[in-house]
């Protein structure tokens, strides 16, 4: 294992990994607000999470979306709320960013410790 490469830096690609699947599906999901019969999907983002950190086998991770229940249906059985999707995508997006920027901070303390064993 690497510097870099080490156990906290893949939990932490796996954290934005789940983060960037979210987003695609509150994406598609809002994407498809008008579309007759779309049913909002989602993933359970502390189960997901907890699944790709157990995963040993990282590329084969896959997180698992489903319809999300208990929305309300227009007439035409579209449960898309764009209240619901906003609020999650501003909460994805926050989550991606705090994770970038603690990566950021890795590598910075990989850079000084490089720098500062000259």
Same mark, same amino acid.
């Given at each position: 294992m690497s510097m870099i490469d080490t156990h906290f830096t893949d939990r @932490?690609? !796996? /954290?934005?990994?789940?983060? *960037?699947? !979210?987003?695609?599906? #509150?994406?598609?999901? @809002? &994407?498809? #607000?008008?579309?007759?019969?779309? !049913?909002?999907r989602d993933i359970d983002f502390r189960g997901e999470l907890e699944r790709a950190g157990n995963? @040993?086998?990282? &590329?084969? /991770?896959s997180p698992i979306a489903r319809e999300v229940r208990g929305l309300v249906e227009r007439p035409d059985g579209n449960n898309v709320s764009i209240d619901r999707e906003s609020l999650l995508l501003a909460e994805t997006q926050l989550r991606f960013n705090i994770g970038v920027q603690i990566l !950021? &901070?890795? /590598?910075?303390? *990989?850079? @000084?410790?490089i720098n500062e064993g000259k």
């Amino acid at each position: 294992m690497s510097m870099i490469d080490t156990h906290f830096t893949d939990r @932490l690609a !796996r /954290f934005l990994d789940v983060n *960037v699947y !979210r987003h695609s599906l #509150i994406s598609s999901n @809002l &994407a498809n #607000i008008d579309t007759p019969g779309y !049913r909002t999907r989602d993933i359970d983002f502390r189960g997901e999470l907890e699944r790709a950190g157990n995963n @040993l086998q990282y &590329a084969s /991770f896959s997180p698992i979306a489903r319809e999300v229940r208990g929305l309300v249906e227009r007439p035409d059985g579209n449960n898309v709320s764009i209240d619901r999707e906003s609020l999650l995508l501003a909460e994805t997006q926050l989550r991606f960013n705090i994770g970038v920027q603690i990566l !950021r &901070a890795e /590598f910075r303390r *990989v850079s @000084l410790a490089i720098n500062e064993g000259k």
